[in-house]
């Protein structure tokens, strides 16, 4: 698992992919936070998306996959992907190729960061490797087009299972689940069927509902407060996901991850913004947040406690710098990329 031990405890070496546009920027940033909070970390870095291309490699280079086999984390910047023509999602690859199923967005209102609400506390859990996200499509005809909606009972099941588990370990108290089974009766009939056995075989504990979608999202931009994890399908994961982290600030202010039994990939869930490139404004915080879940994650599977000491650091740390109004532009401050970095490091 890349794992190695010093003097001073573990040391763990992670895959680095910094990606392209800000990528490389944004990881700078909280690389050098990394560093200054001593978290025990060597990196392996390898390129993905535009960055491979111009390298003339793949745009998901086997060298990249591997080395997240090999050390079974990765910390990875936002990849391009084109819009209705040219290569394959990064992200989509990665999680079909290491089979991270379980894509993981905490959304949570921030100091500092004023927004229509101020007491957002979500989870979104989103099955990862099924639904239409497949990628099962064909043209049944000229002009006629169809893509197939994927559900297993194995991929319902292990997602359910590991959103009532992870409700379980964070002291979450309830699970909705979005669907739209009322008119998919069979794929998101299937979904819900799975999740509510999950819960009444094995997690009585945790509160149970399920939701329509449509009326789910009404809710959301109602009081947000009225849910705690919300676990669901890949394609709605997606948009809810992001509809979420508009509750907040937007993307720039929410990590990601996508996790599997074995590999996990931590990463930027905003865009490559290829208009702002090299000019040093990129807000490196959604990186840094997932960096923190990286940390935990380590903490939790490796049994590393620095590695948790070393994130609830930077949580308080970025917390507390945005709190006294020290912010990137797109969150009407005018602190550059390496100057936010260096504002949390100061607060460290």
């Known amino acids: 698992m890349g794992l190695s031990r010093t003097i001073f405890g573990m040391n763990h070496t992670i895959a680095l992919i910094a990606g392209d546009g800000i ?5 700078e ?7 200054a909070v001593g978290a025990p970390l060597t990196w392996d870095e390898h390129p993905a998306g535009l960055a491979a291309l111009e390298r003339g490699l793949d745009v998901l280079p086997d060298t990249t996959v591997n ?7 990765a910390l990875k910047g936002p990849c391009t ?9 990064v992200n989509v690859q990665l999680r079909k190729k290491l ?20 007491n957002v506390d979500l989870v979104i859990v989103r099955e990862n490797t099924e639904g239409l996200y497949s990628g099962v499509e064909n043209e049944v005809t000229p002009g006629v087009v169809m893509s197939m909606k994927v559900a297993t009972e194995k991929g319902c099941r ?4 590991w959103a009532f588990r992870y409700a379980t370990q964070r002291r979450r108290k309830r699970i909705t689940v ?6 998919m009766k069979i794929t998101d009939g299937l979904f819900i069927r799975i999740a509510a056995e999950e819960h009444r075989s094995q997690y009585p504990n945790i509160e149970y509902q399920e939701v329509i979608i449509d009326a789910g999202c009404m809710r959301l931009v109602q009081d947000p407060s009225q849910f705690d994890v919300l676990l669901m399908e890949n394609l709605y994961g997606d948009v809810i996901s992001d509809l979420c982290a508009g509750l907040v600030g937007g993307l720039g202010v929410v ?3 996508n996790i599997g039994e074995t590999h996990a990939v931590f990463e930027a869930v905003h865009g490559s913004a290829p208009d702002i490139a090299g000019k040093g404004v990129a807000n490196p915080l959604a990186l840094l947040m997932s960096a923190t879940m990286m940390l935990n994650y380590l903490a939790e599977t490796r049994g590393d406690a620095a590695c948790r000491a070393c994130g609830e650091k930077i949580r308080r740390a970025y917390d507390l710098t945005l709190a006294e109004g020290c912010k990137t532009r797109d969150l009407g401050g005018e602190l550059g990329t390496l100057e936010f970095a260096q504002a949390v490091i100061d607060r460290l």
């Open 23 to 27: 990528g490389p920027e944004v990881t």
């Open 178 to 183: 979005f669907h739209k089974a009322n008119i």
């Open 81 to 89: 992907t084109p819009v209705g023509e040219g290569f394959s999602s």
């Open 158 to 161: 292990r997602i359910a299972h």
């Open 99 to 118: 089979d991270l199923y379980a894509a993981v967005r905490p959304v949570r209102s921030l100091p500092g960061v004023p927004t229509r609400y101020d």
């Open 67 to 73: 080395a997240v086999r090999q050390h079974g984390v």
């Open 255 to 257: 990590p990601g991850a």
């Open 29 to 35: 940033g909280v690389q050098r936070v990394l560093a």
